[in-house]
């Protein structure tokens, strides 16, 4: 058991590849757009919903980690606190974590899966592509994985997530 933490910018392909490794692996699949929709649809908020989003899939981990479920969190986790709130929720429940940001970095694709992506969660309005490249993403201040998605296919992607969860020690640290 262990948390995959999945971070990257809208439309790079982090769904895709979450729900394509849940498959695969028979984890959980937490991704952070269903919950803070859930909260939208209560009433309670509307867009942005902020902290109480990622407060809640903190939760929702950690309970699926303490119950021994491999558990990939999946979300734009923009800023460091937020990366580094995914590994204390995996230093609380002991278990490795490994940390990838999903890229792509071919800017046409890039703007072609924004511009034209399904959505699969009721009511979910995702950001258009002024939002997605002028949003606030802080740079990554410590070593992790990188997927870069564009011009390769999502099976290539998962095996390469696949070799780097295996590579994660009990210490949480890669080792290749």
């Not at 699949?29 to 899939?57: F, K, M, W």
């Not at 009511?123 to 949003?135: E, F, S, T, Y």
């Not at 990554?140 to 590579?167: M, N, S």
Request: charged share 20%; glycine share 6%.
């Amino acid at each position: 058991m262990m948390l995959i933490i999945l971070c990257g910018l809208p439309a790079t392909g982090k769904t895709t590849l979450a729900q394509a490794l849940a498959r695969q692996t028979q984890a959980v699949h937490l991704r952070v757009d269903t919950v803070e929709q859930a909260i939208v649809r209560s009433g309670l908020t509307t867009h942005p919903v902020g902290v109480a989003g990622y407060a809640v899939a903190y939760a929702l981990t950690e309970e699926h980690l303490r119950q021994g479920l491999t558990v990939i969190a999946e979300s734009v986790n923009p800023l460091a606190v937020t990366r580094q709130a995914w590994r204390d929720v995996a230093a609380r429940a002991q278990v490795r974590a490994l940390e990838a940001e999903i890229i792509c970095t071919d800017t046409t694709q890039h703007r072609h899966r924004a511009e034209h992506r399904s959505v699969d969660v009721p009511g979910l309005v995702p950001p258009g592509w002024d939002a997605i490249v002028g949003r606030d993403y802080e740079p990554w201040d410590r070593p992790h994985l990188t997927i870069d998605t564009a011009l390769r296919d999502v099976a290539t992607c998962v095996t390469d997530l696949r070799q780097a969860v295996e590579a994660v020690t009990p210490a949480g640290l890669r080792s290749i």
